[in-house]
């Protein structure tokens, strides 16, 4: 998957449905490209794959029109200009990468790309920021702590970091703003095409809303959105072939899974409905994992179960949970890992005398976790 020309009027102005899929993961399109264009009559497209609360893929349809309004709004909010200068260091195949190519396009802005692979004390990328004198860059969580824990401070050229694809503490942003690096907290989704809330004064809990979204929330405070810069929605492959999912109600609004306060024009996130996490910022579902390894620990006559309790650097670190009484726990591990992406990998197998249940038999989640975060405590 190239990158080259994501800037340009050829990409942007093309009618072309550009499938960007992350490569590090195991993903099956077959057909996808021809099934909108031909039964949904969808062109001028990026579609992007995205993990749903089963752990099945569904795969977001996002049309350049609403990718380009994102940028606009973007643009708008932070005072971009084409004087600036962007370090494009993000994968393409996530929204908030491709986002940067669209601001670049719509504002007229230099681009360049950061040279090679990431590297976790961040030399290369304050050495690409010096030499390039780049004044605006994005990325994640997981970056920013790798900056914030080498102690490395931000070039003086350097005006904006947009900050989103996972949980935001603000002592890390505290920090990281201690060291020079100006960031920008946001909130957004691959839905949205972008960006829905951002602040450019380091706030993390209190984002203000961009231009041109309508948001509300229900009683529990699950949001919903609307706007021009929304998706036109989800194809989604089963067994008998490709079908189309518009994911909206009749009055345009997206159900998303994320619980959020809402008060005159800016968004706090509180949380996620479903059972999502995110590790590195990529969408990992813990119901997928304690499928696939039950199927494979009840193979072996053992019962297991998969939590995330948060890390520092990744956000979220996955934890195999086994009986003391049973042995093989590390064994297990790696049958299981051996059947996951990269990405999904468990990090570590921890021991408890038993797993907690409900009364009707279920794995009690939540006293699991309690159990696995003692035990990582001792």
């Known amino acids: ?36 264009r031909e039964d949904c009559g969808i062109e001028a497209a990026v579609v992007m794959a995205t993990s749903g609360s089963s752990g099945r893929f569904k795969f977001a349809v996002l049309p350049k029109v609403a990718l380009l309004n994102s940028a606009g709004r973007v643009i708008e909010h932070c005072g971009l200009t084409r004087e600036d200068i962007w370090l494009a260091g993000l994968s393409g195949f996530h929204v908030g990468g491709l986002g940067i190519y669209a601001r670049a396009y719509m504002s007229g802005s230099r681009l360049v790309e950061f040279p090679g692979e990431w590297e976790r004390d961040g030399r290369r990328l304050v050495n690409a920021i010096e030499k390039t004198g780049a004044t605006l860059i994005s990325m994640t969580p997981t970056h920013l702590h790798d ?51 951002t602040s450019t004064d380091g706030s993390v809990d209190y984002l203000p809303v961009l231009d041109g979204w309508e948001l509300k929330t229900d009683g529990e405070k699950r949001l919903a ?3 021009e810069s929304l998706f036109a929605g989800y194809a989604i492959k089963e067994t008998g072939g490709w079908r189309f999912d518009e994911a909206r109600d009749g009055e345009g609004w997206f159900i998303t899974g994320d619980r959020c306060g809402l008060e005159k024009g800016v968004l706090q996130f509180l949380g996620r409905v479903d059972d999502l996490v995110k590790v590195s910022g990529e969408l990992v579902s813990i119901s997928r994992l304690n499928s696939l390894a039950g199927r494979i620990a009840h193979d072996h006559g053992m019962d297991v179960a998969v939590v995330a309790v948060p890390d520092e650097r990744r956000e979220n670190l996955l934890v195999l949970v086994v009986e003391a009484s049973r042995s093989g726990g590390h064994e297990m591990l790696s049958w299981i890992n051996a059947e996951l992406d990269p990405i999904e990998r468990i990090g570590l197998a921890v021991s408890v005398e038993k797993l907690p249940r409900t009364d009707i038999g279920k794995l009690d989640c939540d006293a699991i976790h309690s159990e696995v975060m003692a035990a990582l405590k001792d």
């Open 1 to 36: 998957m190239e990158t080259a020309g994501l800037n340009s009027a050829e990409y942007w102005e093309s009618a072309d449905i550009d499938i960007r899929l992350n490569p590090k993961r195991s993903i099956d399109d077959a057909g996808l490209g021809d099934f909108l």
């Open 225 to 227: 959105i609307r706007g």
């Open 147 to 197: 900056l914030v824990s080498h102690g490395m401070e931000a070039p003086s050229s350097l005006r904006g970091l947009l900050l989103g694809g996972g949980k935001m503490e603000p002592i890390l942003v505290d920090s990281a703003r201690q060291l020079g690096w100006p960031v920008w907290p946001s909130y957004g989704m691959t839905e949205a095409c972008s960006q829905i809330a």
